[in-house]
């Protein structure tokens, strides 16, 4: 089972939410990923990893926690009961 945990948090005066655990699943471009989520919700966004866990972590501009749960489960890239969700 895959678990995805969102985050939002606060950064100042902007919002971020971040996807993580994306690592475990297979034969996923986090580029193109990205970039189609950030296209369809215009919104920033980049990947970066974590210094501790060496996993990739999908950083987006403002609160888009139920946005990006309804995206990965309508792309078919992980199921909903395989998402856990904080914030």
């Known amino acids: 089972?895959?678990?995805i945990n969102?985050?939002?948090l606060r950064n100042g005066r902007k919002n971020w939410t971040f996807v993580?655990?994306?690592?475990?699943?297979k034969d996923i471009d986090l580029k193109k990923l990205i970039?189609?989520?950030?296209?369809?919700?215009?919104?920033?966004?980049?990947?970066?990893?974590?210094p501790d866990t060496k996993q990739s972590v999908l950083q987006l501009q403002g609160k888009h926690g139920d946005a990006i749960k309804?995206?990965?489960i309508?792309?078919?890239i992980?199921?909903?009961?395989?998402?856990?969700?904080h914030g």
Request: aromatic residues 8%; proline residues 0%; contains cysteine.
């Open 1 to 3: 089972v895959t678990y």
């Open 6 to 8: 969102k985050k939002r």
């Open 20 to 25: 993580e655990g994306l690592n475990s699943v």
């Open 35 to 50: 970039k189609s989520f950030r296209k369809k919700h215009s919104c920033g966004g980049s990947i970066h990893e974590d």
């Open 70 to 72: 309804d995206f990965l």
């Open 74 to 76: 309508s792309e078919g």
């Open 78 to 85: 992980v199921d909903e009961s395989c998402i856990k969700m």
